[in-house]
DNA sequence: AAACCCAACAACCGCTTCTTG
DNA sequence: ACAAGAAGCGGTTGTTGGGTT
């Protein structure tokens, strides 16, 4: 047995909205609200449509004050950002985008936004696999010459470590890849507009890229922005967004978070470079992400050894706090896509 | 001018989650 | 606690219009 239909879809018409339908819609909308039924609206209205989609139609077209097209670079660069960190939640991305909608960013992302990114990469990747296999041969030769570092203790599944990916330092002022500030804060403060409604200071530990030393966000310029996601409980507006729904997050300091844990990653079963180290593919994927973190920062994507790597351009894409509040806040919801999961879907592009 | 291709976007479908009785 | 129905969501498909051959 199937699911029963919403509704009778013989007496229901699909495809394209007429301008009439539209009218009707809004009207009644703007005057009575949906009543808390959409499968009823369209009958009370004389409208032969499903109420699904009088409902998307309203939601996508006709509500007030809907942009379409036109994406700027700083609408790009969110939602690159936050798609990286978490996935194809399109509607979490959407809320942080006002006006925009959930349908409109996918469609913009399936269709231009991806291209642009995989464009971009994949110019850049052929040379950058070339370098790598390189590094990688020679390591290996270093590795089983006679007098080299093999012996019987070494695990057949150890994957050296690659020279020329290093867990990098996350300083901002000094890492060129790092993602423009006026972006970055003016991204944080959306969030943190959207996703508190008290201004009780957040209290939340934070991981020193360079020495691992953990601090409070106290302590941290952009202090105001990153309740985010507050530990202290506070009471959010469950209309705004489904982390609204979430527990308190682990960022409580008082020594919670050690200096080798990647915030939010918490509950990840490995640390973020034993992962990397893996396997090939696990790295060709990650590979991939190079020339999207690239593009978010606006630099050509060139890697080479000593510079900024993924990981420290994953730390400054997505500016530590959002990424792991989201990574945390995604822990608690359904249908969560990680990093990781985001970078393997890069890596079967 | 016709055929074809492709990008863009609207809309649909079906699954999951939430709400309510 | 459970079931049913409604809403939300993301993947996919269909349609349209512009560009190219």
Not at 209 to 232: A, E, H, I, K, W
């Amino acid at each position: 047995m199937g699911r029963a239909p919403c509704c009778d879809k013989a007496n229901v018409k699909r495809g394209p909205w007429s301008p009439e339908e539209d009218a009707k819609l809004k009207a009644y909308i703007e005057q009575n609200g949906t009543g808390g039924n959409w499968i009823a609206l369209p009958q009370k209205i004389g409208l032969k449509r499903c109420g699904k989609s009088c409902r998307l139609r309203w939601l996508n077209y006709l509500r007030p004050n809907i942009k379409h097209g036109g994406f700027s670079e700083e609408e790009d660069n969110i939602i690159c950002s936050l798609y990286i960190s978490i996935g194809s939640r399109w509607s979490i991305i959407a809320a942080q985008l006002p006006g925009r909608t959930d349908n409109d960013i996918k469609n913009y992302w399936n269709t231009r936004l991806k291209k642009k990114l995989l464009g971009k990469q994949r110019k850049e990747q052929a040379a950058r696999r070339a370098t790598l296999r390189q590094e990688i041969n020679r390591e290996s030769q270093s590795v089983m010459a006679p007098g080299g570092v093999l012996n019987q203790q070494t695990p057949n599944y150890y994957w050296p470590e690659l020279p020329s990916v290093n867990m990098p330092a996350m300083n901002p002022s000094q890492d060129s890849h790092f993602w423009d500030q006026e972006s970055l804060r003016s991204l944080l403060i959306k969030l943190g507009e959207r996703f508190s409604d008290d201004q009780q200071e957040l209290n939340i530990a934070t991981v020193c890229p360079l020495d691992g030393s953990c601090t409070s966000t106290r302590d941290q310029p952009y202090s105001s922005s990153m309740n985010v996601f507050s530990s202290s409980g506070a009471s959010m507006n469950s209309t705004d967004s489904p982390c609204s729904q979430l527990p308190n997050t682990n960022y409580a300091v008082n020594g919670a978070v050690g200096p080798s844990t990647y915030q939010g990653l918490d509950g990840f079963p490995v640390e973020p470079h034993e992962l990397m180290y893996g396997n090939q593919q696990q790295l060709e994927g990650l590979e991939s992400l190079y020339g999207i973190m690239d593009m978010a920062n606006g630099t050509n994507g060139a890697l080479s050894s000593g510079e900024s790597t993924i990981w420290g351009n994953v730390s400054s894409l997505a500016y530590p706090q959002l990424v792991s509040g989201l990574e945390t806040c995604l822990q608690s919801l359904p249908q969560n896509h990680s990093s990781f999961e985001v970078s393997s879907y890069f890596g079967q592009q």
